[in-house]
């Protein structure tokens, strides 16, 4: 019987061992996943590891309240600790797109993790209270309390992180949890009285586990279809950015790093109003550039002029136009548009490509995302626009995609106000595509015109001559309401007008 | 298990993984250490080079390329006196505004940017008139820079109470009390900035021998910048750190030490307009100012030998004769000239003439201040909380003066990895004891004092860092003391000898800044000039 006591003992203490390390493990995979999520690592971590010790003193507290078979407590609260730390990296994952208040979950994760690993150190002072001398009791369990959390803070970096990423090692602790608990089922089952329940919760949570943990790849391509609403039918890491297509029954979504970019079911209202109204109002357009655009959509509305003789397109990512060269179902979106043997595809950056150009062209296409950055914003400065100049001819228009006039008319008429302090006169106008709200396009020329429009094509879906008339007049709640500075790369006036406006609005 | 089994397995374990770690943890970073070739340089101290063993005519020597020299080659180039030979000791031209590039961008070993020019420097705006940094001028006659040269937005940072917040001026979570204070020095400052001298010239100005000589003005010579704010009631540590930075970052001498008309004229000396621009905005380049450089010896570079230690100046039967080594050769030659211009500091020009009296002055008074300047290949780097990288990026309480980011000036979208260059005045100790300090530390050490201060604000830097360059410049710039300005002792030491070696350099003009560098070279090329016409 002695002997039996003392090898009790001792599994006990080495589940201390595990549990600390479980518990110190869940409070990094916290941590750590916290930093990627919402960045800024150091407020993260504090704050995590502030609500995780705290937590566990909440759990001591509450220790004194629990009373009854402390075994049996003991081995429901390892499982506990197995099941909530085991899934919480695959569950913040899961709702970090989701959730508004992510933080809310995080912290509530961390906190009742931290509160289970608070009550299982007195609970276990408590059981061998009368079975060792007092001080050789605390020394014991608070030793192997601290080697598990050395241990744990060891294998964390070296080897579970980049090993087996952060849902996997959670996973992985879970597993150890619970069986730390099966193993203290069968240990002790003779003191353990009426424990079927508990054994069956723990082979069920145990094989729970191991599921999440071989499908653990899934749960984080899971993670980011969540993300989108629709089902990912692309998803590729370009060396520029991210780039992902989803589809459901009624259209085909391109997003870049997040941000959509157009709907297969509205992209002609915002090609054809992009493209048409700038060249319809050439003669004869032979040459035309296009920046930005990689999709191969407004190349798509410029073939429909028949006297275009070669079409230049500069995007910088080699990974969109191949994808809008040789994807099936984006080809029959782009009418096979860059396989055209007029089009000429150029990846490079827009803005070197622009400086070193002689070329002139009869129409040229600006097709950025929207200035929501200083990187971006710099294509949309005053240094951009005169080098634009001299790349259209002395007759020659140009269009430019200017995010939207009613969501951030400020930011809409900065792009105005910077064409027109370059020198070039402009003609502002708007339509309504459904997937983006009310957009806006501003027309640039060199010399001012007299005719405009006379060649719009036939049997175009949106435009024609009266709903093209319509685009170029302004509500007043479209209108910009301060005096507006021109974007220039030594102010970035418009990247600071458009995240006070845009970020009001997503706010 | 026994219990002391278990014990044993648990150290052993746990001094494993131990190992492990400390294994892992220290990387190489790739690098070197180069300095103004001091070795070389000190070559001058020994005598024992022997005589000449060739000579040639020159109407003018030019010693040292640095922009005082490249200035008044190019103006003597200009006015037509193209006979010259500019002597370097180092393989390229460009002294404290050299620079160099990898694969990424170029990036500077030193001074890297200009604030716009102050109205009425004619020669100067020329000059960037002619190199297409002003493309043109508006109708009011205010100049128009070129865009792709001023400093794109966002400008600068300073990470202050665990915030990057916008602009250097401290405001993140300083408090209402300091801000009053910061408030009232920068309006005290802006008045001086508009002040006129009883002479009609500008109390503060560029160059600085422009400036008003009114006693008040004078006087502010004679004590430090520290002591003036303390007079003045300016006691905020959020301001006297501002104020410290600024010395710092454009002399090279902290506050205490400073001058107070030379720390007054940091925030006053600034007049210039522009069509496009403001007196605070600057011009800068990612070789920082390499780029002027690159100018300004465009006209001249087939009059500059580099590699040409200069060992001796003399005059001897009205002509002067300059003493040079060819390190390459190791062989002493002689050129025999009209004139020379020593556009070198002044301890070295005391130096080359020999003459004990200037030498001994020269160790009394003036001090240089030694610099680092690292450059840092990097990829991009997790950043705290607050403003995004910035062109000039400061750390509050840092020792260094932060890091400017090289390729701030691309123009293109990705810039996925960056050439960072970090500054860093060895001002805390004397400069001849941190002199030696800094010649004796390693590559390594160099690089862990780096991270401790920029994981601080980048906590992946250690791992992410691909290569650091370190450059120590042991004489960066003189230190303009109390009394340097206004005491007389630049004037004295400026005065040609016997109209023919005549004097330029930065640690004359009593700042080192790019102007004064420039009407240096210039006005010591058109002493030559005017003799040549009178003659």
Known sequence: ???????????????????????????????????????????????????????????????????????????????????????????????????????????????????????????????????????????????????????????????????????????????????????????????????????????????????????????????????????????????????????????????????????????????????????????????VLVLGGGDGLAVRELLRYASVEKITLVDLDPEMTRLFRSQSILLKLNGNSLLNPKVKVINSDAFIWLRNNTETFDAVVVDFPDPSGFSIGKLYSTLFYNYLKPALKENGVAVIQSTSPYVAPNSFWCVDETLKSVGFFTKPYHNYVPSFGEWGYIIAVRKNKESWFQHLPSSLRYLNATTLQQMFVFPDDMKAKIKLQPNKLNNQALVHYFEEEWGKFLD | MKRRTFIKLSIAAGSAAAIGLSCKGKRRVKGSVKGASSSIGHLLREQILGEPVSFIKKEVVIVGSGISGLSAARQLHRKGLKDFLMLELEEYAGGNAASGHNEISSFPLGAHYVPIPNPGLQDYLDFLKEEDVITSFDGNGLPVYNEAYLCFDPEERLFINGHWQDGLVPSFGVPETDLKQIAGFLSKMQQFRLEKGSDGKDAFAIPVNNSSTDIQYRKLDEITMKQWMEINGFTSTYLQWYVNYCTRDDFGTCYHECSAWAGIHYFAGRKGVASNATYSDVLTWPEGNGFLVSKLEKAVQQNILTGSLVIGVELKEEKVVVKYLDVAKKEVRAVIAEHCILCVPQFVAARLLKDKNRVEIIKQKFRYTPWMVVNIVTPTLEERSGEVMSWDNVIYNSQSLGYVNATHQLLQQQVPRKNLTYYLPLTSKDPSSARKEASEITHDEWVQLLINDLKIVHPDIEDKMEEVNITLWGHAMAQPLPGMIHGGLRNQLSESIAGKIHFAHTDLAGISIFEEGFYQGINAANKIINYAASV
């Open chain 1, 1 to 287: 019987m002695r002997a039996k006591e003392h090898s009790a003992e001792w599994v006990l203490l080495l589940a201390v061992l595990v549990i600390a390390t479980c518990g110190l493990i869940y409070e990094l995979v916290a941590g750590t996943l916290a930093s990627y999520l919402l960045g800024d690592s150091v407020m993260q971590f504090s704050t995590i590891i502030g609500v995780y010790l705290f937590s566990m003193g909440v759990g001591s507290f509450l220790s004194k309240y629990l009373s009854g078979n402390l075994l049996h407590w003991f081995i429901r609260i390892e499982l506990l600790v197995g099941a909530v730390g085991g899934f919480s990296a695959a569950i913040l994952f899961l709702v970090f797109p989701l959730a508004a208040s992510f933080q809310v979950i995080l912290y509530s994760l961390v906190g009742l993790t931290g509160i289970l690993v608070g009550l299982e150190i007195p609970l276990l002072m408590r059981i061998l209270e009368h079975k060792v001398e007092f001080k050789e009791l605390v020394s014991r369990v608070f030793t192997f309390d601290y080697i598990g959390a050395l241990l744990a803070s060891l294998i964390f970096p070296l080897i579970l992180v980049p090993r087996l990423g952060l849902i996997r090692t959670s996973l992985f602790f879970g597993i150890l949890n619970i069986g730390v608990g099966f193993y203290l089922l069968y240990f002790f089952s003779a003191e353990l009285k009426k424990a079927g329940l508990l054994r069956v919760t723990a082979v069920v949570l145990l094989l729970l586990e191991l599921v999440a943990f071989v499908l653990s790849e899934n749960i984080l391509r899971y993670s980011e279809t969540m993300a989108y609403n629709d089902q990912i039918v692309y998803a590729k890491s370009s060396t520029y950015q991210r780039i992902v297509l989803t589809r459901n029954k009624r259209e085909m979504r391109l997003f870049l790093n997040g941000n959509l970019q157009f709907s297969s079911a509205d992209e002609y209202r915002y090609h054809e109003a992009l493209v048409h109204p700038a060249l319809s109002s050439i003669d004869n357009p032979k040459r």
